[in-house]
């Protein structure tokens, strides 16, 4: 690839303009590195607050996307918190998520009333926190949650059409840049050669089958470089699947 010399920087920064920002407001540095963590895996820009007048300050610095509060921070409760952003113009629509360990209705309520858009109970699963960020964000700004896909640690950026596997990048033929974008949009699934032609070719298109294996294999010696698991299960008979799944 000749141009990946000379285009990267403007690459990257047409990425980062489209990874929604999450700001993470929690005193607790291992939960705040969990959440890190599988945030960045599903392709969200993470930045940290430690504590509500962090969380604030950084806010009127940078809006975020969206921002997961914690209830119990030191010197500001997220519920102060929350209701401070609900009344300044620039966030009072910024999606909030709160986190709490507190598990009862009366504080779901609570958070709520304060200004929440959703309230997460620890201990959460990082799979299911993720799912509801994404549901938010495409509650109350579709254009972003839908600009990426991701699957294990493979993210699909659809805009600026670039694909990381484990933060690197992934360089594809635009067949195999839709055959990935087919299987991430249904992991797990198995399809025929003759599914995913019609799906990823057209249903007009006279192609071979023998050339979804060549699409394929291209496909794999991309995503899976020197020492990834392969993520493509070929399934004999019938077809092929997206599942990170040994067997
Ligand atoms: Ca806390």
């Known amino acids: 690839m000749s141009m990946a010399t000379t285009a990267p920087s ?37 930045s940290v607050a430690y504590d509500g007048e962090e969380a604030i300050a950084s806010v009127q610095e940078d809006v975020p996307d969206l921002m997961l509060l914690d209830w119990m921070l030191p010197l500001m409760s997220g519920i102060e918190v929350c209701r401070q952003l609900r009344r300044q113009t620039a966030t009072a629509n910024m999606p909030i ?15 709520l009333d304060a200004g929440a858009d959703d309230y997460v109970s620890k201990p959460f699963s990082p799979t299911e926190l993720v799912a ?29 059409h670039r694909v990381t596997r484990a933060g690197k990048p992934v360089h594809l033929g635009p067949t195999e840049f839709r055959l990935l974008r087919h299987f991430m949009e249904h992991p797990g699934r198995v399809f025929s050669r003759e599914q995913l032609l019609d ?11 023998r050339t979804v294996d060549v699409h394929i ?29 040994p067997g």
Do not use: C, H
């Not at 799906?199 to 089958?209: F, H, I, M, Q, R």
């Not at 294999?217 to 799944?245: K, S």
């Open 10 to 46: 403007r690459r990257d920064a047409q990425t980062s303009s489209v990874r929604p920002k999450v700001l993470i407001v929690e005193d607790e540095t291992s939960l705040v590195e969990l959440l890190r963590y599988n945030l960045e895996q599903a392709g969200f820009q993470v």
């Open 97 to 111: 998520i709160m986190l709490t360990a507190r598990g009862e209705e009366g504080d779901r309520v609570r958070g």
């Open 132 to 160: 509801r960020i994404r549901a938010v964000l495409r509650r109350i700004r579709p254009a972003l949650a839908d600009e990426a896909l991701s699957y294990a640690d493979i993210v699909m950026d659809l805009v600026a």
């Open 199 to 209: 799906s990823v070719w057209g249903k007009d298109v006279y192609v071979e089958a």
């Open 217 to 245: 294999r291209r496909l794999r010696i991309a995503l899976n470089g020197a020492d990834q698991a392969d993520v493509i299960r070929t399934v004999r008979a019938a077809g092929y699947a997206l599942d990170a799944q």
